[in-house]
């Protein structure tokens, strides 16, 4: 079946450094999906990706989407105590439906250090 | 906004226990899901559902049954618990996979 990883599964920065996590599907995605998992928090949506190489910014999150719609990335720029968290990606399971939930991937733990 | 609710936060259960689990989201949404979320292993999809009575098995089906009997509500079962059931378990609701998910609180069952 359909396999989305996630890589790094921990990092660690000082606060203020840079973080990239990277997201790869087994299969092409119609769509790719960020979210946030705070310590002892559920997941909450921050973005949805949808177009072959689509770049997307909130603040100082960036999102890419690959090319051949397989891969995807987050990248925080000057990391805040606030960006503390799991980062998962997720994409639907089967990449021509719509109802038949999103895999997710394990996600990755950002650890920032003061 | 959407709103998720889950009934309880915390549960403790007995082995051999029928357990529900209860969720309830107020914004019309079509499709809900049920997910256990593990050290290690990431959230798994136990159950979803695209229409009332309508139920599908996710990745991890064995052991959990689903009802959804209203729009709003979809309702996990445990028939016989274990301890391998001991877990986090969300639940969310969503238009289809092609809109973001809203996720609830989450419950944590122990399984003793």
């Known amino acids: 079946g359909q396999q989305v990883m996630q890589i790094p599964q921990y990092q660690h920065v000082q606060e203020g450094e840079d973080f990239t996590t990277y997201c790869n599907s087994s299969?092409?995605?119609?769509?790719i999906q960020w979210y946030k998992q705070r310590p002892g928090g559920h997941p909450v949506f921050l973005i949805q990706l949808v177009k072959s190489g689509e770049v997307k910014k909130q603040k100082r999150l960036t999102f890419q989407f690959g090319e051949a719609k397989k891969n995807s990335s987050l990248h925080i720029t000057a990391t805040q105590t606030t960006d503390v968290g799991t980062y998962f990606c997720a994409g639907p399971t089967d990449s021509g439906g719509g109802a038949d939930g999103l895999t997710f991937g394990k996600g990755t733990h950002l650890i920032i250090q003061p | 906004d959407v709103k998720v609710t889950q009934s309880s936060r915390y549960l403790v259960k007995r082995t051999g226990e029928k357990v529900f689990l209860e969720c309830v989201q107020d914004?019309?949404?079509?499709?809900m899901f049920w997910y256990r979320q593990d050290p290690g292993l990431g959230l798994r999809l136990i159950y979803f559902s695209y229409d009332v009575k309508m139920k599908e098995k996710g990745d991890i089906p064995e052991g959990y049954s689903v009802s959804r009997e209203k729009k709003e509500r979809f309702s996990l079962i445990l028939e016989s618990a274990s301890t391998n059931q001991t877990s986090m378990y969300l639940c969310?609701?969503?238009?289809?996979?092609?809109?973001?998910?809203?996720f609830g609180s989450g419950t944590r069952l122990t399984v003793v």
């Open positions: 299969t092409t995605l119609s769509n």
């Open positions: 914004m019309d949404h079509e499709n």
């Open positions: 969310a609701s969503s238009f289809s996979s092609y809109y973001g998910y809203t």
